[in-house]
């Protein structure tokens, strides 16, 4: 079935670097644009970064925009979020998630398929 | 950067009863690229609509969208035990995307 599972979280001092992972299954991931969304405790949801299908363009946050970088691996089904100058304010559940398209493969603007989440702590 | 405000924050419903949550746009959103989710505790999100009215896959048709421009609606026509959550609005517009703050739906 269509999957998406988050990986590489983990507690990192202020001013740190982290990469996450998402690996793909269950449908054609190239043909797909990726999203990251995070979620801080107890807070609601913030769209990070995104990427299309081909990875010609990238769109990010402007809370991230120069820390953070989208890329993907086509070949291996996997989205990564590289993030740099980490802060305690990027502390959260980050998830990737899977454009939406429609029949006619218009993007939805919307996110149809989400992983389970991976915690980042950025903390000293 | 378009703002989106839920209201209201919180609405305190018993199963049965119909449930309205208004989502507002600080400018006009295009009506194909507003979308609901919700959120259980401990869970991902889930698609629940997408172009402010079409319900995605699998999601029963007791929810239902609506609204064009800056306001909009999602409706739970008969509320069912595991439909208490939190919902979330979302608009997509000039490479950016953003959610509203939610609406946290708990048993009366």
């Known amino acids: 079935q269509v999957q998406l599972v988050e990986s590489g979280g983990g507690v990192v001092q202020p001013g740190g670097s982290l990469r996450l992972s998402c690996a793909a299954s269950?449908?054609?991931?190239?043909?797909?644009?990726m999203h990251w969304v995070r979620q801080a405790p107890g807070k609601g949801l913030e769209w990070v970064a995104f990427?299309?299908?081909?990875?010609?363009?990238?769109y990010y946050a402007d809370s991230v925009k120069g820390r953070f970088t989208i890329s993907r691996d086509n070949s291996k089904n996997t989205l990564y979020l590289q993030m740099n100058s980490l802060r305690a304010e990027d502390t959260a559940v980050y998830y990737c998630?899977?454009?939406?398209?429609?029949?006619?493969?218009?993007?939805?603007?919307?996110?149809?398929?989400w992983g389970q989440g991976t915690m980042v702590t950025v903390s000293s | 950067e378009i703002v989106l405000t839920q209201s209201p924050g919180t609405l305190s419903l018993s199963p049965g009863e119909r449930a309205t949550l208004s989502c507002r746009a600080s400018?006009?959103?295009?009506?194909?690229?507003l979308a609901w989710y919700q959120q259980k505790p401990g869970q991902a999100p889930r698609l629940l609509i997408y172009?402010?009215?079409s319900r995605a896959t699998g999601i029963p048709d007791r929810f239902s969208g609506s609204g064009s421009g800056t306001d909009f609606t999602l409706t739970i026509s008969r509320l069912e035990p595991e439909d208490f959550a939190v919902y979330y609005c979302?608009?997509?517009?000039?490479?950016?995307?953003?959610f509203g703050p939610g609406t946290k739906v708990d048993i009366k």
């Open positions: 400018q006009s959103v295009s009506s194909s690229y």
């Open positions: 979302q608009q997509y517009g000039s490479s950016q995307f953003t």
């Open positions: 998630a899977k454009e939406g398209v429609g029949r006619f493969g218009e993007s939805l603007g919307a996110f149809d398929i």
């Open positions: 172009g402010a009215s």
């Open positions: 990427i299309r299908y081909d990875g010609s363009n990238k």
């Open positions: 269950g449908f054609t991931f190239s043909s797909y644009g």
